[in-house]
């Protein structure tokens, strides 16, 4: 498999060569990841009741949530393209938000009863209003429970499709319809759609207001991260000084893969210099731990340079779904 033709991200690329799973991984690829739905996975889509869905905005700052619906909630419209319905939900829009900034989602539906297996389907997202979607599909069932009546809908151009294999999936058994009792689709009521569980606004007059970091050494694990690259564990030169062409070289895409495997492969070489022999075989499972870290923590400034950020605003892409 050429390196233009493999699915997946740069990110995933450089980790599985530097961990040795480059082969490994290049037999999946060719036989599990479609660029569309063949027939099987099509059936299967038309009879799940969920799915679980990641979105990110324009920061790349995540979302995870979940769908849910009556088999055949999400419409297969071609091999190549899916549409699921936006509920009333809490007014909050987090995954339609995220997706008016950067179209990109990624779907994942398990069959925890029957087959104990998941689809992963990967692609870009376009918002529609109901009215506009039954004007080019008028073939689309209209819900007869008003909770479950769509106001928007996600179309999806899918650009990923592979299997999540069962091994960890568990098998669920589904409670018997009369056991359920009714369900509280689109209401309103607080206790009905779960009241305070989490006693999230039970504190909410103690706590501080909420603000959300804004730099990365504002996470808890960067500490350790930055252990990393502290000059005692590496004779008296830190790893981030050995990996610093990354940061001039980054700005070349076509040269940073050979870029990234020449800094590593020179600080691998470097750092078991320093250390001296004797230290590597006295401890090979924490001189390769401290490396890794820094390595990972190396592809994850990498991808942010190559990535800027970017206001949207004005971009026709990303504008116009609402009218």
């Not at 479609?34 to 979105?55: A, K, Y």
């Not at 589904?174 to 009792?181: D, E, L």
């Amino acid at each position: 498999m050429r390196q233009g033709e493999r699915p997946g991200s740069d990110g995933e690329h450089l980790v599985q060569q530097r961990l040795g799973t480059t082969e490994r991984a290049n037999r999946f690829y060719g036989d599990q990841v479609l660029d569309h739905l063949n027939e099987r996975m099509r059936e299967f889509v038309t009879r799940q009741e969920m799915f679980f869905l990641s979105t990110a905005d324009r920061h790349g700052d995540c979302d995870a949530s979940f769908r849910a619906g009556p088999a055949g909630f999400v419409q297969v419209l071609d091999e190549r393209t899916l549409a699921y319905p936006e509920y009333r939900g809490n007014g909050v829009m987090a995954s339609v938000g995220n997706m008016s900034e950067n179209p990109r989602l990624g779907l994942l539906m398990v069959d925890f009863t029957r087959n104990r297996i998941g689809l992963h389907i990967n692609g870009r997202a376009r918002v529609v209003m109901d009215e506009e979607m039954r004007a080019s599909h008028p073939g689309l069932p209209v819900d007869p429970v008003p909770g479950r009546r769509a106001q928007l809908w996600v179309m999806v151009g899918i650009e990923e499709a592979y299997i999540h294999c069962s091994k960890h999936i568990p098998h669920l058994q589904k409670v018997p319809a009369q056991q359920r009792g009714a369900r509280a689709w689109g209401t309103d009521d607080y206790k009905r759609k779960g009241g305070d569980f989490f006693g999230a606004a039970e504190e909410a007059p103690e706590r501080a207001p909420f603000r959300r970091a804004e730099r990365k050494d504002e996470h808890p694990w960067d500490e350790g991260h930055q252990a990393v690259g502290d000059a005692a564990a590496y004779g008296g030169a830190p790893v981030e000084a050995r990996f610093a062409a990354l940061d001039e070289s980054s700005a070349d895409d076509s040269s940073a893969d050979a870029s990234f495997s020449a800094s590593f492969d020179a600080a691998l070489g470097a750092s078991v210099g320093a250390r001296g022999e004797a230290g590597r075989t006295q401890g090979p499972d924490s001189f390769a731990a401290e490396l890794n870290g820094a390595f990972l923590d190396r592809v994850e400034r990498v991808l942010a340079r190559a990535q800027p950020r970017r206001s949207t605003e004005g971009d026709p892409e990303f504008r116009g779904w609402f009218g």
